[in-house]
């Protein structure tokens, strides 16, 4: 009887060898990671701006800033101020401003004056603003200039959102037109939907208003969705980026900040600065 050879399969032992880093590729990964680090750090800078974007709001609190970013924005605000010395400022308030004490409302850093107030009337299809009747008493009581305005919700009815606004918002004479305030996008609709219903709501404010409303948004949604379908109308943009100096031409309205501190309103406040001839723009607009 023959000898099998056994059948075994033999296993070659595996070599392992190092990877080697050439100098292009400690040079690609350096290059990374200083990339990394410049947007981390413009990230921490703008992330006001970058939330704003998204959607979320900053806490409005005073207390909710370090001593630095309050340092910062105070800068902010006084640099803008002083450069436009010509111009008419004033600010924006809601009911989340609470109770607001109009007749300490004055100045901001002791030398700019505040002329003029935009006072949340309603949100969505029936939100009315808990202070809405009171902060507009009050503000004309003490020769505020002042504008309403209408927080729109995408994935509502754009009509019964203008009938919201409509039985809410009085207007008269030296008053500011109807404002649309756009700032979220739609969950259940496309953009050309909300568009078509953002058109709805503006054409019948319009109509029972006699006059043509403004837009307010942020800088991105401005550029990406609003700019040329509606470039006929008048528009409020809000830039709160530092190296923003002044208002783009086609801004009526430019708020530069949410981060004011104004004497007879707790917490923090926006500030508007009026990119146009005012006393002119009054008399043309609510008749």
Known sequence: MAVRKSTKPTFKKKVKFKKKFTVSKIVVISLVGFLFFLFAITAYQFRDGFLYYLGFKTNNSIESLSKEERKIADIRIYEVLSSHEDYIFGFDVSEYQGKIEWEKLGKVEDTFQLSFAFIRATAGKDKVDSKFKENWK?????NIIC???HYYRP???SIKQADNFIKTVTLKKGD???VLDIEKLPKTQSIDSLKVGLKRWLTKVEKHYKVKPIIYSGESYYNDFLKDEFSEYSFWIANYNFWVKKPNENWLLWQFT???????I???VDLNVFNGDFVKFIDTTVQ
């Open 258 to 264: 949410e981060k004011a501190q104004v004497e007879g």
């Open 176 to 178: 500011f037109p109807p």
């Open 266 to 268: 707790a917490g923090m």
């Open 155 to 157: 994935n509502e009815n």
């Open 147 to 149: 504008g309403a305005y």
């Open 138 to 142: 009050n503000a004309k009581k003490n």
